[in-house]
Structures are given as C-alpha cells and as structure tokens.
C-alpha cells in the first residue's frame, strides 16, 4: 500500500470520442447547470493530480483555454481509449511523472479523493482501475509509465479494448461505494444529461446540508 505523492501524477481527461449519441455535438460542451462537462471534470480532476493535460481531436478545444495542454492522439485513425491513455503516458514521460489517471470527459460526479484511493488500494500494481454498482469502469484508471512500450505493442496489434490489454499485467479493481448515486454515471445521450441534472441537483443539496 503506498500513500499519495501528488508530484508523480499527472491527469488526462479523456475526451476523443465522436458523441455519435449526441448527434455528433462534442458531449465535452453539453452542459449541466449551465456548467460544460469539460469544465466539471477539469475543476475536479485537477485538485488530484500534479499536472493535467486533455486528449482530444477535436477543432473545439483550440478556442477553449490557451492555458489548457490539449494532446491529440499520438497514433492516428482514433483507436479509441487505448491511444489516449498512450497519449497520455508520453505526456507524463515528458513531465518526468511515474503514474498516469484517466477522466472521461463524460462522468462528471467522480469522487473528489478518487486518486488518494487508488493509491491507498496500490501495491504492487501497474494499474488501478475504478468499479461501482458491480461494473468495471476501466477508462476510470490509474497507470504506470513502464507501460509505454507494451502499450505501443498492443496497438500495433490491433488491441483496442483496454480489459484486453491490462489482463496482461498485474492490476487492481477499487470497488467504490454507491449512496444516492453512481460517482460513475456516464453521460452517453440527452436522456442521461436529463439524469445528470437530477444528481447534480442531488449533490447541491448534499453539500447545502452538510
């Protein structure tokens, strides 16, 4: 078990998707109380971590935050999470930082201590990935810079599902708790940005209690 050291970690925000059940609107700018999700996962997820850094292809990003790092997929054709993820583990190469965290852009209400928790569950593992509600949340995950090489393997040969690449080392599944609601919910379509508000809603008054 090992206690968080924040300057060994950096951030990605996973946002490369193409929101094809958002009509092909970059879910990043859908928006919960007027609030973007990219702006609800970025003001979290930076509290976590020692840098951060958004993985998109998108053009939408470029009038955003010129402060923002905004890293494009490495390998091209848009393989999907796997080539973010090894995006992203360049980055932190770059950063000299040893641990990788991933956020999609599309869960907003993630664990404000997400990233304390996976490293209080770290052993000896190379990855750490989030589980809620009996479902494996593997974009929600934590990953060791010695998995560049092998990662680049994997994409050479076609490997695009990321339970299929990490079977391959040794990891660890954090069961995370469920109250009022999943920290992990995914926002896929309009319905669920519906169900976002409620929760949101729900978290507001949680905090307006106490």
């Excluded at 990219?38 to 976590?48: H, M, Y």
């Excluded at 319905?191 to 008054?205: G, N, P, S, T, V």
């Amino acid at each position: 078990m090992k206690k968080i050291d924040n300057n060994h970690i950096g951030g990605l925000i996973l946002a490369g998707g193409k929101s094809r059940r958002m009509n092909f609107f970059d879910k990043s700018f859908k928006k919960i109380q007027k609030k973007t999700l990219i702006d609800l996962v970025l003001n979290k997820a930076r509290k976590q971590v020692f840098d951060i850094a958004i993985n998109s292809n998108s053009l939408s990003f470029t009038k955003k935050d010129s402060s923002l790092e905004l890293l494009e997929d490495i390998v091209p054709g848009q393989l999907g999470p796997l080539a973010g993820i090894l995006t992203g583990l360049e980055w932190i190469k770059k950063k000299k930082l040893k641990w990788l965290v991933t956020f999609p852009v599309d869960s907003p209400f993630f664990p404000e201590n997400l990233v304390e928790i996976f490293f209080s569950n770290l052993d000896d593992e190379k990855i750490i990935i989030a589980k809620s509600n009996e479902r494996i949340h593997p974009v929600f995950s934590m990953w060791n810079i010695e998995l560049i090489e092998p990662l680049k393997k994997a994409l050479d040969k076609n490997i695009r599902k990321i339970d299929e690449f990490t079977k391959n080392f040794k990891f660890k599944v954090v069961n995370f708790p469920i109250i009022d609601y999943d920290p992990f919910f995914n926002i896929n379509n309009e319905e669920d940005l519906l169900k976002a508000e409620h929760i949101y809603e729900l978290i507001l008054e949680q905090k307006i209690r106490g």
